[in-house]
């Protein structure tokens, strides 16, 4: 089965490792073709604690290749998706999944009519370490969720994962990305501002209160209940990946946009449509923004 990974950072090397060494036919789509040659000439690597290993799938620079994968797994930032979509639109690959955080590209997917598309939630922890190098920094689950088409039409990939790295098939697509939302905003906009890695979000008692705080503000604004649960899966995601640097905490620290809008932003808008106040999510979302520049 051909599967191609367009976006090769953290999560998409993640994927790209862990799919090729269960004997996928993967292909990397690659920014720069020197990425490309790179992956090509060394493999993907991938650690784990004081192992590492690598894979060699096929790499190719994304604006010199031809989509025709039988599944393509889309991991670029959310805020570079859009531009992207013609490119998709026009491919051979009938079925792709998304793999971005936010909920702000969700109008982008279920406008795919001619595509089998579904959304990806990854509760792992990666951090990328080189060009073609990533460090598997907590182990935990992939989700997906079918937005068009049916769970058949993606069935076959579900082979291609493992139990170090297992695929979750959810039932309600938008619930699935509605709790990746509320975890992301409970999580990475606080490290990002307190440069801080996600376990010290409940080591640390006042980080953590504001955490708590974020999640009553985000559960008002999106109309959600079950305080308890979502709670737990923010503190299970905090523990699961403890020594994780956050991608907005990196891409802060790198000088790079954040994914601000497609989380804070979205939470402030269902907010305002609501007519609900959200003072530390507006804080939050201000700071990032601030921080960007």
């Known amino acids: 089965m051909k599967i191609g990974i367009i976006g090769s950072g953290a999560i998409g090397l993640l994927f790209g490792y862990y799919l090729q060494k269960a004997s996928a036919q993967v292909t990397m789509y690659t920014r720069t073709t020197e990425q490309a040659v790179q992956i090509r000439d060394k493999g ?49 690959s009938k079925n792709i999944v998304f793999l971005q955080n936010g909920m702000s590209h969700l109008s982008f997917i279920q406008e795919m009519s001619d595509k089998n598309t579904a959304v990806g939630i990854v509760e792992h922890g990666a951090k990328k370490e ?52 509320i975890i992301n905003a409970c999580i990475n906009p606080l ?51 403890s020594a994780n640097q956050s991608s907005m905490l ?7 946009p954040t994914e601000a809008d497609a989380i804070l932003g979205y939470i402030l808008k269902e907010a305002y449509r609501r007519n609900i106040q959200t003072p530390i999510i507006s804080f939050l ?5 601030g921080l960007e520049r």
Not at 82 to 89: F, I, K, N, Q
Not at 145 to 170: A, C, H, I, R, Y
Not at 193 to 214: C, D, I, R, S
Request: hydrophobic fraction near 40%; aromatic fraction near 10%; proline fraction near 2%.
């Open 44 to 92: 993907v690597v991938c650690k784990r604690g004081d192992q590492e290993d690598a894979v060699f799938p096929d790499a190719q620079a994304l604006d010199e290749a031809v989509l025709t994968d039988d599944y393509l797994f889309v991991a670029v930032k959310q805020y570079q998706l859009e531009s992207l979509l013609p490119c998709l639109h026009n491919s051979a």
């Open 130 to 181: 080189g060009a073609a190098v990533v460090r598997h920094t907590g182990l935990g689950v992939a989700k997906l969720g079918v937005v068009n088409g049916t769970k058949q039409d993606f069935q076959p990939v579900f082979s291609f994962f493992s139990s170090v790295f297992p695929l979750l098939e959810e039932e309600d697509w938008r619930e699935t990305a509605t709790y990746k939302l």
């Open 191 to 241: 490290t990002a501002l307190y440069k801080v890695k996600n376990g010290e979000l409940l080591e640390n008692e006042h980080f953590q209160e504001v955490m708590k705080q974020t999640l009553l503000e985000t559960l008002g604004a999106l109309g959600e209940t079950d305080e308890e649960g979502h709670w737990d899966r923010v503190c299970k995601v905090c523990r699961n990946t």
């Open 250 to 256: 990196t891409d802060i620290l790198h000088k790079r």
């Open 285 to 289: 979302y201000q700071s990032i923004k």
